[in-house]
């Protein structure tokens, strides 16, 4: 009888002391609401239990080389930057995951920015996508504006928008961190440099000097000079401003749908010619000093598999990576944005793959560049000193 | 005015803090130091990366005299010492001489306290709205007066400037108490005296409560010195040291070059350089305010 | 006489009036909705205030700023007692005796007053983790103690050399010993200081956001100033709830300020040489 106790307290202990898994990844609020679900499903269908921890970016940026130096790590699975992945997989404190995770279930390009030296070293959960300039489709109609379809018609909206009385700018500007103006940025240079122009400045094949490039960078310039963008405003200010009608367009990335009263009045459109979107995807990766690599190998390859991504995109705001899956599991707004990328070459963020010093330097010289378009030429020779070289 | 030497009590008295000193500060800094010799592959390379960082242009421009700003990092916090520090210590002391005996003083001081207390996050946040065009007092403010509204941490030429502003309104809560602390402490009697003397009270300002608080002003000049010059929180949340590096300042500089570029040896050059600024500056201080002053 | 104090206390609060004006936008931006502020806060064209953000941010579900309260006290009580007690006698020690190499240990105590903390992030880490004291509350607590005192043995240094030793003199005469005549006769006499340097050193490490950044990070243990950054989002960022619970963060310090004003001030105003 005491046995059969023992054995049994025994049992029940050992189930308390069952393996629990950390996510860590930077969504709280409405955001972690929608991640949450994702996590509830895989313990539903596996029995591990996932605990969820928020730590942002940056924050991490701060935590994870000294607990690394230290052979620890603040969780099982981690999402962070690209850059970060690849640089930490190269110094050989993430677990590769070339036998869990298959490339070709994936978008072409999803996993070269977290692949380093011929490893993997993280996976792509979903994305975001950033297909152009959004604006209500009711302000479109109550003043007769009607979406260009050529560079010129696209000026003479702007123009058109200028001369509009009660608008700040035709386009409102986004300040914060500086991904809303280099989004922007980009875009350019892909419709005007064409989809591989992105994919030659993260590998350092062309210089920021190059016709190619000044191309782009000297139409923007343009448009800056003659009034056509807001001054930089905190973006999420500036969001409000657009949607109660002080300005007209906004270049926002697909998380838009979430953030206002009336997702049914967008409308958007890129830039004419435009055959690159860019596609910012999420990335996680393992820490060789998890305590549980099996399992957590396991948690990655479901959460960013078929499996976790349809999950996931069924919540709104996010597109997958992952091929496949199908367009019903979209609610209707993130239909639309999810058939945009089907038309045209998915392109990584650029900064976001290069990362390090030069995505603070880029973003810190378009701020430059947004409210000082004449110093065009010193921006891009410091965007060069620290731009990926060949 | 008779000295104790060597009393055995000395040891009580300082003992502790030099112990936890030792472990806590003194070693991490130390660390830090010896690591600015050397390069990322653990080779010794002496000043190289010295050189290295005090000829770059986050460090030093100074092509920013004729062009504009910026002008570098190193730069950058000078002009925010040569601004901030003559502000810190007349509006702290003014402050301080002009809420002792006024009715809810304390409360006064309690909101000029509030810079001291925010935190950061929102103090940036707070900074960037007031001086945006369209939701800022300060436009509005200048408005009235019929000046044209602009959004100026955002441009280059007024970004450094608007942070130096907003960081007196944070820093000055520091001034104000360390000044009111020597102020209760300056004995009545001098104050009688200078009155049956027939002194007014400028007079009595400049000659008896200027002097008598000399070793606060000390302290408040050094401590707002040494503020200034590892100055990062609010400039990285306000404007993350642009547009363009035109608000960079080498605290921040330092941690582009450890977090960003993963570079830890330039950073702990940073690091050492800020160290002998500061060195520069406080041993005369410290020495200025001599044992057998009264 | 009466019109110039009268014109003192007039002048006092306008300038109390503009000092505070940049705060008054946080403030409002915690009980207006944001779409009321996007042309100013000094607009009530449309003014629907709510008390709800900071309800909110009190009981929020993953980072409840109740629990970060308590949490930072554990941490703030001791992180100011500990260097208050310590720099209070070493300033006291470099202000009456002398001994070799003093002046250098001195200016030792200064240097370390330079250092930006992000340069020390890795070493403090490595250092906490041989100690064993990773995710713990005396590990942070020791840190901000030993971090606070270089400046408060300064200030207090200072401060005692504004004050004359003939008390001292006089108690020595009568046969007390050094430790005596520091605690009964020193300390009450430098309330005004100890309290300014309490009020400061309790804000700096209430206020603290790197130092526990890197070294706690269990959900629970997580001290307030962590909290606030866990209620944005990446795209998503509630401005009203931010505020409030800025707000709500600013409160215990200034109510620690205002707690020692009256403490000290009631105490001693001005004292005479007798």
Known sequence: MIKKLTFLVLLVAAMGLATTLTVIGPWAGTEMDKFVPVLNEFTRQTGIDVEYKIYRAEDLMNVLPAQFLSKRAPGDVIFMWANFIREYGKKGHIIPLSDVIDSEEYLPGALDAVTADGELYGSAYTGKVKPGFWYRKSFFSEHGLKVPTSWDEFVALLEKLKNMPNLNAPIASGNGVGWPLSDVTEHFLATFGGPELTYDLIEGNILWDSHIVRNGLEKLASLISKGYFGEPTEWTMALQQWWAGDYALYFMGSWITGMVDDPNDLGVFALPGAKGVVFGADYAFVPKYTKYPDEAKRLIAWLCGREGQTVQVSQGGHVATVKGIDLANYPPVDREVAKIIQGVTALPDLDDTIGGEFQTTFWDQLKLLWVSPDRLDDVINVIQEKAPRR | ?294 | MKIRRVALNIFAWTIALIWIVPFVGVFMTTLRPLDELIHGWWNFDSFHPTLENFASAWNHPTAALKKGMVNSLIVAIPGTLIPLMIATMAGYGFSRYRFPLRKSFFILVVITLALPQQTIAIPIFQLMNSLNLIDSYLGLILLHSAWGLPWITFFMRNFFTTIPVAAEEAARIDGANDIVIFFKIILPVALPAIGSACALQFTWVWSDFFLALILIYSPDKLLITQRVPLMRGVYNVDWGLLSAAAIIVMIVPILIYLLLQRYYIKGMVGWSLK
């Open chain 2, 1 to 294: 005015m008779s000295r104790k030497r060597g009393s055995k009590y000395a040891a009580f008295f300082l003992l502790p803090a030099l112990i936890m000193l030792a472990v806590f500060v003194i070693y991490p800094v130390g660390r830090t130091a010896y690591i600015s010799f050397f390069d990322e592959n653990g080779t010794f390379v002496g000043l190289k990366n010295y050189s290295k960082v005090l000829t770059s242009r986050e460090i030093i421009d100074l092509s920013g005299f004729s062009r504009g700003f910026p002008l570098g990092a190193l730069v950058h916090n000078i002009i925010w010492v040569a601004i901030h520090l003559p502000l810190t210590i007349i509006l702290g002391l003014s402050l301080a001489v002009l809420l002792k005996g006024v009715k809810g003083g304390s409360i006064i001081k309690s909101i000029v306290f509030l810079g001291m207390v925010m935190p950061m996050i929102i103090g940036g946040v707070m900074i960037n709205f007031m001086f945006d065009r369209n939701l800022g007092v300060v436009n509005a403010f200048l408005g009235l007066f019929g000046f044209q509204a602009k959004s100026w941490t955002v441009y280059p030429d007024s970004a450094l400037l608007s942070l130096i502003f907003g960081s007196v309104w944070l820093w000055t809560g520091f001034s104000v108490i360390l000044y009111s602390a020597g102020l209760e402490t300056i004995p009545k009697d001098y104050y009688e005296a200078a009155k049956l003397d027939g002194a007014g009270p400028w007079k009595t300002f400049t000659k008896i409560t200027i002097p008598l608080l000399k070793p606060i002003t000390v302290v408040v000049a050094t401590m707002t010195l040494l503020w200034e010059l590892k100055i990062f929180d609010i400039v990285y949340v306000t404007t993350a040291g642009g547009p363009g590096g035109a608000s960079n300042v080498m605290a921040l500089q330092m941690y582009i070059y450890a977090f960003r570029a993963l570079d830890f040896n330039r950073a702990a050059v940073v690091a050492v350089i800020l160290t002998l600024f500061t060195l520069l500056v406080s041993i005369p201080l410290v020495r200025s305010v001599r044992d057998d002053e009264r």
